[in-house]
């Protein structure tokens, strides 16, 4: 039985180092591991507009595009503005809330909570390391086939060595300040072939640009029919400083 005194449980990505490296725009940041091994993030890519590499991923994504874990929103932003439907979740207040600064769709969800549109979207992206969300990339791959059209696409970004590693992770400023623990998972392309073939995908290409490397996967399976994409999406003219998890965060 819940009472006056009890606190929400903490959500790891809104913990103050990441929020704090999306503010300014500028790391360090990593992921850091219990054996204290550090994965350095990217802050400074991901705060930038889309790159070379990025505009080849959104070139190849088609029809209505969902971003997951979409972090301060470059690629909604680029695919926003030329014209595409597009809708960003993301567990982070601050990553929402500059997605939506910067003229995109994005709504404060955890991919496993409902979605609007699911069974609907063409294309959905896993990129920056996201493909690790939750630490179980079968329940991932899983639930990005409930999001996914029948025949739809899904884009994710693989660790450039083989690897296939599921830990917990705390996010970490190198100076101290740490967030709560985690599950996250690293997947190079072999480890996540093997994922996607015993859960049903159909691969559909993999390359590499500006270091990095991805994978296209292909969904076999058929999806209930759900509301359109993008039906519930709000836009930046919406403002909210006290958020609901299913609302954009449009000022902080």
């Known amino acids: 039985m819940s009472t006056e005194h009890e606190v929400a449980p903490p959500r790891p990505w809104s913990a103050d180092p990441y929020t704090d490296a999306l503010r300014t725009g500028r790391g360090p940041l990593y992921l850091r591991r219990t054996d204290g091994w550090l994965l350095p993030l990217e802050v400074e890519r991901w705060c930038a507009a889309a790159d070379a590499a990025d505009h080849e991923v959104l070139r190849r994504s088609q029809g209505a595009v969902l971003d997951v874990g979409c972090g301060p929103g470059r690629l909604v932003a680029a695919l926003a503005a030329q014209g595409r439907r597009v809708l960003g979740i993301d567990v982070s207040e601050a ?71 599921q830990v917990q992770v705390r996010v970490a400023d190198g100076r101290g300040a740490t967030g709560t623990p985690f599950p996250w998972a690293r997947l190079g392309t072999p480890a996540l072939l093997r994922y996607a073939r015993a859960a049903g995908w159909r691969p559909d290409g993999q390359w590499a640009a500006g270091g990095r490397s991805f994978l296209a996967l292909r969904n076999r399976s058929t999806s209930s029919a759900a509301e359109p994409p993008n039906s519930t999406a709000v836009t930046n003219s919406q403002r909210d400083r006290n958020p609901s998890p299913d609302r954009a965060v449009a000022d902080l």
């Open 95 to 165: 990553a929402v809330a500059h997605t939506v600064r910067l003229g995109g769709q994005a709504l404060r969800r955890s991919v496993f909570d409902p979605v609007p549109g699911e069974g609907r979207w063409d294309t959905a992206l896993l990129l920056d390391g996201n493909i690790g969300i939750g630490g179980d990339p079968r329940a991932l791959l899983h639930r990005m086939s409930q999001l996914l059209a029948p025949g739809g696409m899904l884009i994710a970004e693989t660790a450039v060595v083989d690897v296939d590693e």
